[in-house]
């Protein structure tokens, strides 16, 4: 099971720290990814990290933007979000598959149940 919060309101030019927690196992050999959907629009990939954070990759639309990390010890996945745009607004989504990191949110086999970050201008 994996629970993902963090999520809140803020101002643009804001940062944001989200979690993605797992429980009930540790999903050890698998990619972790951040997937977002925004109202109207198709769940998009945000950023991934494989277990052992040795791999990490990130959309365009946060590159240089955000850090994906992730604690083993704890089973938690995170993500720092800073200098955040309205267009950054939406449901946040953590999710896992066992392999290397992929984009396509089809991909994924496991899914926690998502946080609400709402960036204001």
């Known amino acids: 099971q994996l629970q993902a919060y963090g999520g809140g309101l803020v101002q643009a030019g804001g940062s944001l720290r989200l979690s993605c927690a797992a429980s009930?196992?540790?999903?050890?050999?698998?990619?972790w990814g951040w997937f977002r959907q925004a109202p109207g629009k198709e769940r998009e990939f945000v950023a991934g990290i494989t277990w052992g954070g040795g791999t990490t990759h990130y959309a365009g639309s946060v590159q240089g933007r955000s850090t994906i990390s992730r604690d083993n010890a704890k089973s938690t996945m995170y993500l720092q979000m800073n200098v955040l745009k309205p267009e950054d607004t939406a449901v946040y989504y953590c999710a896992v598959r066992f392999g290397h990191i992929v984009t396509a949110p089809k991909d994924y086999s496991y899914w926690g149940q998502g946080t609400q970050v709402t960036v204001s201008s």
């Open positions: 009930g196992r540790t999903f050890s050999g698998h990619a």
